[in-house]
């Protein structure tokens, strides 16, 4: 399954939302999809997961939510740690897959 | 909470075996974990080369790399290891090993491998 993330850069300012997108190729099995915010010379971190439960310890301004095979991760009010990249991944066919990433930064 | 560290050479040469191993300390829910590892680079992005399970019984790859990928575990030394044979340019990357299945809640720091003679 092939996961195209958009946009590619997102340019915002901390307090404001970010909606970012990852579109499927084909249906993923039961919302099988998680994201992962990335920063500088760091790993992935997993966010959500099952399309939109929040893995431990992640602040309730990230949400996830999906409608068909578009998935949206959702960060309410950016904080000035919040500017990084960000996956998406399924897991619900195999081989799992990521998409291309989106970057989010400070405008 | 668990933590995982990768090992290894940071220079393979061309035609050679990339060998890397993953030491796991911390993890209470052992036997239900899947071991992957997942590769990164500027041309490709994320990349799951593959995983095993806690027992060694069962593997999954990624078809793009089955031919030349082994994933092994030594339970009694807490590590699982990956091996990438005829390597190429196009396998230099940032390794990572993180725990499963299906999704990574944790991940190594990386090692940087470069594939160079």
């Known amino acids: 399954i092939v996961l195209t993330q958009s946009p590619g850069t997102l340019s915002l300012s901390p307090g404001e939302r970010a909606t970012l997108s990852c579109r499927a190729s084909?249906?993923?099995?039961?919302?099988?999809l998680a994201w992962y915010q990335q920063k500088p010379g760091q790993a992935p971190r997993l966010l959500i997961y099952?399309?939109?439960t929040r893995a431990t310890g992640i602040p309730d301004r990230f949400s996830g939510s999906v409608s068909g095979t578009d998935f949206t991760l959702t960060i309410s009010r950016l904080e000035p740690e919040d500017f990084a990249l960000y996956y998406c991944?399924?897991?619900?066919?195999?081989?799992?897959?990521f998409g291309g990433g989106t970057k989010v930064e400070i405008k | 909470q668990v933590q995982l560290q990768e090992s290894g050479p940071g220079l393979v040469k061309p035609s050679g075996t990339l060998s890397l191993t993953c030491t796991v300390s911390?993890?209470?829910?052992?036997?239900?974990?899947?071991w992957s590892w997942v590769r990164q680079s500027p041309g490709k992005g994320l990349e799951w080369i593959g995983e095993?399970?806690?027992?060694?019984?069962?593997?999954n790859y990624n078809p793009s790399l089955k031919s030349r990928v082994t994933i092994s575990i030594d339970k009694s030394k807490n590590q699982f290891s990956l091996k990438l044979n005829s390597v190429t340019a196009a396998d230099t990357a940032v390794y990572y090993c993180?725990?499963?299945?299906?999704?990574?809640?944790?991940w190594g720091q990386g090692t940087l491998v470069t594939v160079s003679s």
């Open positions: 993180a725990r499963g299945p299906n999704y990574f809640d944790s």
């Open positions: 911390g993890d209470s829910s052992s036997s239900s974990s899947w």
């Open positions: 095993i399970n806690h027992s060694g019984s069962a593997n």
């Open positions: 084909q249906s993923v099995i039961s919302s099988y």
């Open positions: 099952g399309a939109s």
């Open positions: 991944q399924q897991y619900g066919n195999s081989p799992l897959t």
